[in-house]
């Protein structure tokens, strides 16, 4: 490839592929756990979709209840 721009356009889409399947990847995480309930499960989902760099990192390296945080006082 001599062409500079069309090595950039590879590079963006290999880059967008993976973040892509980052996200999907989140967010089948997110719906196969049984610790959450249903309403945890759509907010996470709504912070992976909306949020999804912030969402997914925080879903990523705190688990599905940072610092503990829980939306229901049930325990599964």
Do not use: C
């Amino acid at each position: 490839m001599d062409n500079p721009a069309a090595l950039a356009i590879a590079l963006a889409s290999v880059v967008a592929v993976l973040y892509s399947a980052a996200i999907a990847y989140a967010i089948v995480q997110i719906a196969r756990t049984r610790d959450l309930s249903e309403v945890e499960k759509v907010l996470w989902m709504i912070a992976v979709v909306f949020a999804p760099l912030l969402g997914a990192l925080v879903w990523y390296f705190a688990g599905p209840h940072p610092f503990g945080l829980r939306l229901t006082r049930q325990v599964r």
